[in-house]
């Protein structure tokens, strides 16, 4: 995977085509539940919250974990970014999904950084799960994006 801070410190851990294609014939039966539990928040056409199945909408993807908040600054800056690139992969036909893990400290804060960004979440609720995934990906208070090829 790839892994990213708005530290500008980033790392790669390569694999090449072949392992690239082993891990997705590995994964083609893999339940992004089991990471992310039932269901994911988009955007629906009028910009509202809806809820969607974390399976439907990552199955066969490459995917990122972006670790952000409101409150921060540098997180701020690199999140029209990532979100120009986002953009870009998917017009290029990229098959690629973001899921945002807010750090934020209320869900006014979540929904006003959230809709700067075209991509899915963990609901801002699920607080169990963010914690989870925060202590799994060893996420401390900057910014952070992991890239599951």
């Known amino acids: 995977y790839i892994y990213y801070d708005t530290l500008c410190r980033c790392s790669l851990l390569p694999f090449g085509r ?38 439907d909408a990552l199955k066969g993807k490459h995917v990122g974990i972006y670790f952000s908040a409101h409150w921060c600054p540098p ?16 017009k290029d036909g990229i098959d690629f999904e973001i899921v945002f893990v807010s750090m934020d400290r209320s869900q006014e804060q979540f929904d006003k950084y959230f809709a ?25 208070h900057r910014s952070k994006v992991f890239l599951i090829l």
């Open 18 to 55: 072949v392992a690239a294609a082993v891990l997705r014939t590995m994964t083609e039966g893999f339940s992004w539940t089991s990471l992310f539990a039932q269901k994911l928040v988009d955007k629906g056409a009028g910009g509202e919250s809806i809820d969607v199945p974390a399976d």
């Open 75 to 90: 997180c701020r800056a690199f999140t029209p970014q990532l979100a120009n690139t986002y953009t870009k992969l998917k």
């Open 116 to 140: 700067t960004m075209p991509w899915l979440a963990v609901p801002w609720r699920d607080d169990q799960l963010r914690s989870v995934l925060s202590r799994k990906f060893k996420i401390t």
